[in-house]
T-cell receptor, first 115, second 115 residues
């Protein structure tokens, strides 16, 4: 079945370590997005990519990095520079048609906890 | 830039009672509006969307929403809730023609169904 797969679902890391969250989609979507979710804060945009080998910063990009080497994949690295990385991370994508409206399709999320 | 305000962070309702979750938006241009639902530790699922046409929009699971341009609102309603409707609900907006950079989300409303 087509969809968006995020892994791992749960991840623990020590302070000072970088960690990479995986996002893979087989929907043939062009655009992909990373959002961060904190309790009572809604979703905030970290990075997005509208095409392979190109990406843009969202509202809270500091301390994060991404790459888009393949259409299907958009991994997010949470670096040691991110001051408060404990959160629920959501990956989303959209087709070229749906992108005109902004409609997004979401993965199941990855919960990162810094010990 | 657009913004979304969900006026209630939590809404407790008895089972089989009606419910309304409020959403107001701010934008200087025409918008597209969305409601998403999130069950615990899962991604977001689209409930319904307003793109154009009829201001009353019907979605999945018996939910509906009404777009009111003069009041800049897009409230979500259900005439009779079920225990399975317990979840977090997010209102989101994108500006017409500018959807490629993602959606702007409200902070969410936690719907709590009491037996």
């Amino acid at each position: 079945d087509g969809g968006i797969t995020q892994s791992p679902k749960y991840l623990f890391r020590k302070e000072g370590q970088n960690v990479t969250l995986s996002c893979e989609q087989n929907l043939n979507h062009d655009a992909m997005y990373w959002y961060r979710q904190d309790p009572g804060q809604g979703l905030r945009l970290i990075y997005y990519s509208q095409i392979v080998n190109d990406f843009q910063k969202g509202d809270i990009a500091e301390g994060y990095s991404v790459s888009r080497e393949k259409k299907e994949s958009f991994p997010l690295t949470v670096t040691s520079a991110q001051k408060n990385p404990t959160a629920f991370y959501l990956c989303a994508s959209t087709s070229q048609l749906a992108a005109n409206t902004g409609e997004l399709f979401f993965g199941e999320g990855s919960r990162l906890t810094v010990l | 830039a657009q913004s979304v305000t969900q006026l209630d962070s939590q809404v407790p309702v008895f089972e089989e009672a009606p419910v309304e979750l409020r959403c107001n938006y701010s934008s200087s241009v025409s918008v597209y509006l969305f409601w998403y639902v999130q069950y615990p530790n899962q991604g977001l699922q689209l409930l319904l969307k307003y793109l154009s046409g009829s201001t009353l929009v019907k979605g999945i699971n018996g939910f509906e929403a009404e777009f009111n341009k003069s009041q800049t609102s897009f409230h979500l309603r259900k005439p009779s809730v079920h225990i399975s409707d317990t979840a977090e609900y997010f209102c989101a907006v994108s500006e017409s023609g500018g959807g490629a950079d993602g959606l702007t989300f409200g902070k969410g409303t936690h719907l709590i169904i009491q037996p």
